[in-house]
């Protein structure tokens, strides 16, 4: 993957390949999200090996900014699309040079041209400063949710996605001297409070920050399936300001749910808090 859909995380896809070359095997990279980086001098290079892809998914929908659907697939060899032609007798015709032969989908809106409308005006050089707009703004709001207290970050950005949860000084506190069944259970709370702290900051509507859960915490490996708040830095109108204030507020919001609530059902699950 190139841009993993839940954190932005880039495969080691160079490494990928020498082991598909080795072993014989097609090397697919999903760039549905991440592929309009390699329009990006600074930051193309953050893809590098996915110059060596059999395949690679792009989509228009996403960091084209396209409407719904514009997903694109390449092929090195196009000889590969012929596993999906399709003909029928009254148009594609076997023989024909109909490129409607080659298709998972039969009949389609023509989405592809307002993506080559949109190349023409924004030019691959204005696609460029949307996407380092979006790495350099979400690199700096990683710094500003390392300065602040009550967030962990838990995934740094390599591309626009960054993921962090809260957790208040207490637990934070027990975590770092917590064996493996009281971490389970300190996660557990953390989960708790961070659903509430995304449930209410939605329900407010001021803002909105999705949420989901990751594998792996870095620097705490078994932290297994937590849940994380989760930034996608895409709007080029989108500022630190704008994304001080979504902490702020979910500071505020930390604060007016704490007290009693998430300490009573701690000491309910046999935490001293
Ligand atoms: C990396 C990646 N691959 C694939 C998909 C699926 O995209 P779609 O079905 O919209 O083409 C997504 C969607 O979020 C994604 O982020």
Redesign the pocket.
């Known amino acids: ?5 839940e954190t932005g995380i880039v495969d080691p896809l160079d490494e990928i390949a020498d082991v598909c070359i080795e072993h014989g095997v097609h090397f697919h990279v ?5 592929g309009p980086v390699l329009l990006s001098e600074k930051y193309a290079p953050r893809l590098k090996g996915i110059e060596r892809a059999d395949s690679v ?1 792009i ?1 228009g ?2 960091q084209f900014f396209m409407p ?2 514009c ?1 694109m697939v390449f092929f090195r060899d196009p000889r590969i699309m012929d596993h999906i032609a399709y003909y029928s007798n009254y148009v594609n015709r076997r023989g024909s040079v109909d490129l409607g032969i080659k298709t998972l989908e039969g009949s389609r809106e023509a989405n592809s041209l307002i993506l080559d409308s949109a190349l023409k005006i924004m030019g691959t050089k204005g696609y460029a400063l949307m996407i380092d707009h979006g790495i350099e703004t979400a690199q700096e709001f990683a710094q500003e949710i390392r300065k602040r207290e009550l967030f962990d970050l838990v995934t740094a950005p390599e591309l626009n996605i960054l993921t962090y949860r809260v957790v208040p000084a207490d637990i934070r506190k027990r975590l770092a001297v917590a064996d493996s069944q009281e971490r389970m259970q300190l996660n557990g709370l953390l989960d708790e409070i961070n659903i509430a702290v995304q449930r209410k900051q939605r329900e407010t509507g001021r803002s909105f920050v999705s949420r989901t859960r990751v594998n792996e915490v870095p620097g705490n490996p078994g932290d297994n399936d937590v849940v994380v708040l989760r930034a996608v830095i895409m709007n080029p109108m989108t500022t630190m300001d704008v994304l001080k204030d979504v902490l702020d507020e979910q500071e505020r919001i930390y604060a007016s749910i704490a007290p009693g609530g998430f300490l009573r059902e701690g000491s309910r699950k046999g935490l001293q808090l």
């Open positions: 993957m190139a841009g993993a859909t999903d760039a549905a999200w991440g998914t989509d929908h996403k719904m659907t997903g």
